[in-house]
């Protein structure tokens, strides 16, 4: 929808002539889960306690969630599976992950899945204790981590950090998260 010309949407315009940021993007295809992700780690990253955020791109590696792109990015990212059996991902995530290790020695948090290899695989060697992930998010799918995350955000407490190495990364489902709590508007006079 957003590489399509006769898209006339502000995003998709600005995507056009390449000054969409990667994280308006990515929330944007994914919906609730990038969106939660992203509110996250804005939110927390501006108290100092988390890093600026980063997000794993198909075949570019960790890059900030604010770099600008446009068609020629995106098609790129599509053309690159997020598969560890495939070079050009896996070579671009372990190498960016290696060298922001290197550059640093600040833990790293991991909100995207731990329940699988497909970032574990790379960020561990790279980080090693100092790859963290919300103890919260073992047994919770997608959907339910970014509404975990998007609760978080506007309620102002932050998850629970573990070690990657040598945690329960998959579990039983936890409860579902309950129902927000509807906004209250006055009442006109």
Excluded: N
Aim: one cysteine or more; aromatic letters at 8%; a positive charge.
């Amino acid at each position: 929808m957003l590489l399509r010309p006769e898209a006339t949407f502000e995003l998709a315009r600005r995507v056009q002539i390449g000054d969409a940021t990667l994280g308006e993007v990515f929330a944007f295809c994914s919906g609730l889960y990038f969106r939660g992700k992203l509110a996250y780690a804005r939110h927390f990253s501006r108290s100092g306690r988390l890093p600026k955020p980063l997000v794993i791109t198909p075949g570019h590696g960790l890059l900030p969630w604010d770099t600008r792109v446009g068609l020629t990015e995106l098609e790129a990212y599509g053309s690159v599976p997020v598969d560890l059996a495939d070079a050009r991902y896996a070579q671009s995530l372990c190498r960016s992950a290696e060298a922001l290790a290197g550059a640093t020695k600040a833990e790293a948090v991991l909100l995207g899945s731990v329940a699988t290899g497909k970032y574990v695989d790379c960020l561990l060697p790279a980080f090693g204790e100092r790859l963290l992930f919300p103890a919260e998010f073992v047994g919770r799918g997608d959907m339910s981590r970014g509404g975990l995350m998007l609760r978080c955000v506007a309620q102002d407490e932050e998850l629970t950090y573990i070690t990657v190495a040598g945690a329960v990364r998959k579990g039983a489902r936890p409860a579902r998260l309950p129902k927000p709590e509807p906004l209250k508007t006055p009442r006109p006079r």
